[in-house]
């Protein structure tokens, strides 16, 4: 039961131009959607979050939209830069009991950025 | 500040062996998370944490136990090793419930054979 899923496993961008990351959901009781980056042979990191409540969030180049009647959000990266050549993982955050968060995770879409 | 710090970094183990995967935390964060990634896929939430002395399931939870006797530490166990447990092993933590930022750990390259 894939909760999260980003059905492209790459994509590939010219250095200067937009990328466009997609993720969809299933799941209408998260309450929260986050991107995080992954370089290889490190922890993912924390890249930038939405609400459930919101449909844009905005973060310097990066900029989440999340679309709820679609269950669909996406991540654009503009302009691509050759350091945002990474792994990206979508998540969504469900709230449980005693404040603790549970993350699902998407399988994970590689960007490659091309000078 | 070190932040969320995993040891080790790989190990090999057989089959029906045992090991403890180690993780720390200088933030004093109350939640701690341990995920599993498998080749290919996203990260699975194994067990969590809220506090000192309390842990609960996440969604792949067999195979596996926790503690957690200290805000700093929460160490995985792995009782009796199997193939299907060979993954890379996150740990992560954040401060509340408010903050939905988890930080992780390098994470702990795991095969068993």
């Known amino acids: 039961d894939q909760q999260v899923k980003q059905n492209s496993p790459s994509l590939s961008v010219q250095e200067g131009r937009i990328s466009i990351l997609n993720c969809d959901y299933t799941?209408?009781?998260?309450?929260?959607f986050l991107w995080y980056k992954k370089y290889p042979a490190e922890g993912p990191t924390f890249l930038i979050s939405i609400s459930s409540i919101k449909d844009k969030n905005e973060d310097g180049r990066f900029t989440v939209f999340l679309n709820k009647s679609a269950k669909h959000l996406s991540l654009h990266i503009v302009p691509s830069q050759p350091g945002d050549s990474a792994v990206y993982f979508c998540?969504?955050?469900?709230?449980?009991?005693?404040?603790?968060?549970?993350?699902?995770f998407g399988q994970g879409t590689r960007l490659t950025i091309n000078p | 500040n070190a932040g969320v710090t995993q040891t080790p970094k790989f190990r090999i183990l057989k089959i029906g062996q045992s090991m403890t995967l180690q993780c720390t935390q200088d933030?004093?964060?109350?939640?701690m998370y341990w995920y599993r990634q498998d080749p290919g896929m996203g990260l699975k939430l194994i067990y969590y944490s809220v506090g000192a002395g309390i842990t609960d399931k996440g969604e792949v939870p067999n195979g596996y136990n926790v503690s957690r006797s200290t805000t700093e530490d929460f160490p995985l166990r792995l009782e009796l090793a199997a193939p299907s447990q060979t993954s890379v092993y996150f740990c992560?933590?954040?401060?509340?419930?408010?903050?939905?930022?988890?930080?992780f750990g390098p994470g702990t390259r795991l095969t068993v054979t």
């Open positions: 933030m004093n964060h109350n939640y």
């Open positions: 992560a933590s954040t401060p509340s419930p408010h903050n939905y930022e988890q930080y």
């Open positions: 998540a969504a955050i469900r709230l449980v009991e005693q404040g603790a968060q549970k993350l699902v």
């Open positions: 799941n209408s009781m998260f309450d929260y």
